[in-house]
């Protein structure tokens, strides 16, 4: 499926489960999704890590509301314990399905975002392994001169400001002199399609997931 | 998005950047906030984990508007590092960017509330108060936080308050004040 399209679905789709509280439509959603991430057939650890990790922030809140909140209200706790569920399957699926690349393309291409922001943040999310490392390295001289910086140290966000400086000075460099200018039209070296398959899910899901929150509770 | 002097490809890749970084930064953060909401669902308090982490999460926007101090920096900022997150790894994935959003839209209110003029302790406490009270509007929903008891509304509020107001307030003037210091970064 194109990207963009899928991304778009995904949001349309969450922020209406978020609005409405209906506990059949977040277990088909859940399903769906799910089946969508057995069909990629990932890593096991990757479905241990999707399976366990929502369960703690839905089971505070399906706790939270179904016995310390004045209703009791256990069918809404399953509610929202689902959509928590719902929120993050239907996330892993567009992150599992697409790279940053393809997707950066996809909303060039397909949804007109601005070649700047699209290859911008493309380049800096390729800078993520180099990120990690500089602030392993940042907290280790620290520690090297008998300093600890915690995640409330305000040196430590200083020098990853720096870093970040430096990185965006270095990477801008490269691009433009890759002739990568700003505002120019671009040519395309692989075109990402809208295909009609592309229109019928996003319209026919968005018309299923109507009738299922209008017909179920 | 585009603001009147408009954000250039090195403001975009350096935004990106501070949101990755401080994605990096508190990664442990879901750490932090999966043992906080373990430990306090049993009191009863197990959403409060998301309004004693809340601060951190939104700290992104703020800087980029104390830094770059321009219309839709903040907004920019919060967005574009919730983009970056998504791909981190973090266990929200594409939901991430729906609350980059939200918290973007809540930072950025802070700097219009005090016309892009102003950048010191007073924009600080506007900022504060919209952070808190937009993103506490968004859990109102999404979290179903109509649903608890009254006193259990007022202490989330207030803990978020307070968490907002440490880290998207207090430690982002503190990191501002030392990268103005520099002179690096030019307005």
Known sequence: MNPSWQLFLVLIISLEISFTHRLIANLVLIVIAAIILILQRLHWRTYLRLLFLPAIPAAALAVTIGCFSPGHDWWFAAVLASRVYAYVFLGATVTVTTTPLKLARSLEQNAHLSAKYAYGVLAAVNLTPRTISAIKTIRASARMRGIELHFYSPTLYFKAILQALRWSDQLVLAMESHGFVENQSRTVAEPILVSVSDWLIVVGAIICLQVILIAFP | ??????????????????????????????????????????????????????????????????????????????????????????????????????????????????????????????????????????????????????????????????SVFLFSGVLVKLISNLVNRTHLIKN
């Open chain 2, 1 to 162: 998005m585009q603001s009147k002097r408009g954000f250039h490809l090195r403001d975009i890749i350096f935004l990106a950047l501070i949101g990755i970084l401080f994605g990096v930064i508190y990664y442990g953060g879901d750490f932090i906030y999966n043992a906080l909401t373990v430990a306090l669902t049993p009191l009863g308090y197990g959403p409060m984990a998301n309004d004693l982490t809340m601060g951190l999460w939104c700290m992104a926007g703020p800087l980029a508007g104390f830094l770059l101090k321009r219309p839709g920096a903040a907004f920019i900022g919060e967005f574009l590092g919730a983009s970056g997150e998504m791909f981190l790894g973090g266990q929200w994935g594409a939901a991430n960017l729906i609350s980059g959003f939200v918290q973007g839209i809540a930072t950025e209110l802070g700097f219009t509330f005090t016309a892009y003029r102003i950048y010191n302790k007073f924009t600080v406490v506007v900022e504060t108060l919209t952070t808190t009270l937009v993103t506490f509007g968004w859990d109102w929903f999404r979290n179903g936080y109509d649903h608890f008891k009254p006193s259990t509304i007022i202490i989330l509020l207030i803990v978020r308050l307070l």
